[in-house]
Nanobody, 121 residues
Framework: QVRVVESGGGLVQPGGSLRLSCAASGSISSSSISGMNWFRQAPGKQRELVAAITRGDTTNYAASVKGRFTISRDNAENTVYLQMNSLKPEDTAVYYC?????????????WGQGTQVTVSS
């Protein structure tokens, strides 16, 4: 069994910062993880990729967050972080963590339950 758990969401004023964390635990090895991603879904909108980081620490960001958000990971702890600065009301969404890789016998793709981020004055 593998658990993916996000934390760090909350209510913040425009211009503020939050740091999200996501930890993958259970029957998963750090060496099998190919990448870890952050997605978000706002009410009435489709889920979108916010930031991605590969096993080799290559990063990619949505245009709307580039320069404001930073993704990083701790391979030893199977944890990925999302530092969000200069937050805007349009960043309000449920943020989901996604972990994917290649296990001993098959590929895998795990998701967390999401953490709410609300940017409002």
């Amino acid at each position: 069994q593998v658990r993916v758990v996000e934390s760090g969401g909350g209510l913040v004023q425009p211009g503020g910062s939050l740091r999200l964390s996501c930890a993958a635990s259970g029957s998963i090895s750090s060496s099998s993880i190919s990448g870890m991603n952050w997605f978000r879904q706002a009410p009435g909108k489709q889920r979108e990729l916010v930031a991605a980081i590969t096993r080799g620490d290559t990063t990619n960001y949505a245009a709307s967050v580039k320069g404001r958000f930073t993704i990083s990971r701790d391979n030893a702890e199977n944890t990925v972080y999302l530092q969000m600065n200069s937050l805007k009301p349009e960043d309000t969404a449920v943020y989901y963590c996604n972990v994917f890789g290649v296990g001993m016998y098959q590929t895998y793709d795990y998701w967390g339950q999401g953490t709410q981020v609300t940017v409002s004055s």
